[in-house]
């Protein structure tokens, strides 16, 4: 069974501050997908990452595919109380009907 | 643009009842599937469908059912609903299937409350 480990948990973090919020698994997953999820909605999809050691930008948000690509990180630059939200990785379950199996998330708050 | 609507937003049930979340998507997605979102447990995939007419069972199917008679529409049945079923249900849809998974598109979520 494939597992998807996130850390941190919470994050709690002043405006202005940077932070990484990583993803980690003992599996390899042929991509990786990045939501964030706003209280009474559902999920949103920011990012996928498909090749190891891929690097893709969404204006101050920085996302890593590992090299092995078993694990991925996120980094925001210079948070905005905007980034408020839960934070998801999801990766294929190994399975031909394409399901995703999410990590736990991070529920990242920002003060201003 | 609808995208996939979820209804009823908020519903409360005494243990023993049944009853149906309705889902529906207007983006002719062939991927749909449910999920169930707890504190501390992520969401977990209870059933999905690749196609009408064709429905699985996910991570947690006990106690739910589905069918999937059109492309549009993919409601999930709770038969006799118990307080463990308590959670925040998410319907969502993909436009293909793939060993990697597509993006999926959620609906707003469904808030379960079972007495």
Redesign the interface.
């Known amino acids: 069974t494939q597992l998807l480990e996130q850390s941190p948990q919470f994050l709690s973090i002043q405006e202005g501050e940077n932070l990484t919020v990583y993803c980690n698994s003992s599996s390899v997953f042929s991509s990786l997908q990045w939501y964030r999820q706003e209280p009474g909605e559902g999920p949103v999809l920011l990012v996928t990452v498909v090749t190891g050691g891929e690097v893709k930008k969404l204006k101050r948000l920085t996302f890593q595919f590992g090299d092995a690509r078993k694990d991925s990180s996120l980094h925001i630059t210079a948070a905005q109380p905007g980034d408020t939200g839960l934070y998801l990785c999801a990766g294929g379950d190994g399975g031909s009907q394409g399901n995703l199996i999410f990590g736990k998330g991070t529920k990242l708050s920002v003060k201003p | 643009n609808a995208g996939?609507t979820q209804t009823p937003k908020f519903q409360v049930l005494k243990t023993g009842q049944s009853m149906t979340l309705q889902c529906a998507q207007d983006m002719n997605h062939e991927?749909m599937?449910w999920?169930r979102q707890d504190p501390?447990?992520?969401?977990?995939?209870i059933h999905?469908s690749?196609g009408a007419g064709i429905t699985?069972q996910?991570?947690v199917p006990n106690g739910y059912n589905v069918s999937r008679s059109t492309t549009e529409d993919f409601p999930l049945r709770l038969l006799s609903a118990a307080p463990s079923q308590t959670s925040v249900y998410?319907c969502?849809s993909?436009y293909?299937?793939?060993?990697?998974?597509?993006?999926?598109f959620?609906?707003?979520?469904s808030r379960l409350t079972v007495l």
Not at chain 2, 96 to 103: D, I, K, L, T, V
Not at chain 2, 106 to 109: D, H, L, M, P, R
Request: cysteine-free.
């Open positions: 996939v991927y599937s999920y501390g447990m992520g969401l977990r995939l999905y690749v699985d996910g991570e998410f969502a993909s293909s299937y793939s060993p990697g998974g597509g993006e999926l959620f609906g707003e979520g």
